[in-house]
Structure formats: C-alpha cells, structure tokens
C-alpha cells in the first residue's frame, strides 16, 4: 500500500536555526499539506499546495514557514529561525482531488 | 465551518462495540463528515466518511439521523489496538474540510481494556 514518508523521524535544533522538514508523498497526489500537533494538544493545520503554489494557510504560518516542492517527490517545510514553541510533531499529507488525506508518520521537532 | 462536539474520553472492553457520538447542529447542506483515528505519535488515519444514514466499510459504521446533527462512529468489537484518539470532522470539501484542510477538535479519547 503507497505511504507518505517524512524524513526525519526526530530533529533536534538550537533556537534561531533553520531546519527543513521533508516529506514524500504518495505519486500519485496532486494536493498536500502540513499539519503540526504540539505535545498533547490537537493536530492544527499549517498549510495546503496545489499546482507549485500554496492553496490555503492558517494564522500559524506566518513568514518564519516556507513550502516547496523543490522536485517530483519531494514537499518540504521550511521555519527559518526557529522559536522554542515551534517544538512539536509536524504532519505531512496528501490527496487526490477531494480525496482523504494520507498522513505520514511525523517528524518531531524539538527546538531547544 | 460547522463546529463539533465529542466527548473527551471513553473506556471499553475487548469485544464490546463501541459507539462515539458527535455533535454538529450548525453542518451545512454541503458539509460531509468524516471521521479519523490517531494513534500516538503517529498521523491521523482516515476511517469513514458519509453524508446521510448509514455508511459501513470493513472496519467501521457511520450512523447519520436524517436531521444530519449529529453522527454516531460505531466500532464492532472493539481489541486493545482500536486504543486511539477518534475525531469527528466536517467540512464541504468531501473528506472533512474547508477548501481541503481539516480541522481537528480536541477527539475522543478511546481506552481499550482486557
């Protein structure tokens, strides 16, 4: 069964430094997002990309983010200057048009 | 979007069925509900998803009254790996979402005991 694979599982980063998360969707997809859950909190959404650009972003995703789909499998998730409270569990998905949404596993972020 | 209501946690057996009923009084006429399961530290996982009466696939149920405010996840014999957070979305996009992004509540909360 195709997956969405993120890369990688764990990141640990000092405050201030950029990190790119990756994520490979399923082939086949045309549409894909992140997502992010702080530790014991709800899965929040960040950003949807269609078409190379964004389609849709929450108040979260603020100029510190970036996407791109710098390939044909790749989706990454850029914070250029991370803060202690970007620390959580980061979610990429993806769909066919008005499909579900296929999560990977996460990468867990953890800023110190 | 319609907001919705579960309740936070629930406690089961190994071989009960489990009902979790959601709340949604204000869906729309195009919203859709769908349901996903996360385990921890994993990412949520499509369940079901419906529009009116019922829906059955191999793994679970979905009751909808004809009134659509609210919506019944029915789980047949539950074993302790259906453990899990359960969430309730609706949305107009077809899975669960506004414009293709869901909007997670806070879930219910499933124990599952031997």
């Known amino acids: 069964e195709p997956e969405v694979t993120q890369t990688p599982s764990h990141q640990v980063t000092q405050m201030g430094q950029e990190v790119i998360l990756r994520c490979v969707p399923i082939?086949?997809?045309?549409?894909f997002y992140w997502y992010r859950q702080i530790l014991g909190q709800k899965v929040e959404f960040l950003v949807s990309f269609y078409n190379n650009e964004i389609s849709e972003k929450s108040e979260i995703f603020d100029d510190q983010f970036s996407v791109e789909r710098p390939d044909g499998s790749n989706f990454t998730l850029k914070i250029r200057s991370t803060k202690l409270e970007d620390s959580a569990m980061y979610f990429c998905?993806?769909?066919?048009?008005?499909?579900?949404?296929?999560f990977g596993p996460g990468t867990r972020l953890t800023v110190l | 979007l319609a907001k919705t209501t579960q309740p936070i946690s629930m406690d089961s057996y190994e071989g009960q069925e489990v009902n979790i009923t959601c709340s949604h009084n204000?869906?729309?006429?195009?919203?859709?509900i769908t349901w996903y399961q996360q385990f921890p530290s994993q990412g949520p996982r499509f369940i079901i998803q419906g529009y009116k009466t019922k829906v059955t696939n191999e793994v679970a149920s979905l009751f909808i009254p004809a009134d659509r405010k609210s919506s019944t996840l029915s789980l047949p014999r539950v074993s302790l790996s259906d453990t899990a957070v359960y969430y309730c979305l609706v949305g107009d996009m077809g899975y669960g979402g506004s414009q293709g992004n869901l909007i997670f509540g806070k879930g219910t909360k499933l124990s599952v005991k031997p």
């Open positions: 204000n869906i729309a006429t195009n919203d859709y």
């Open positions: 082939s086949n997809h045309l549409y």
């Open positions: 998905a993806s769909s066919v048009p008005l499909g579900e949404q296929f």
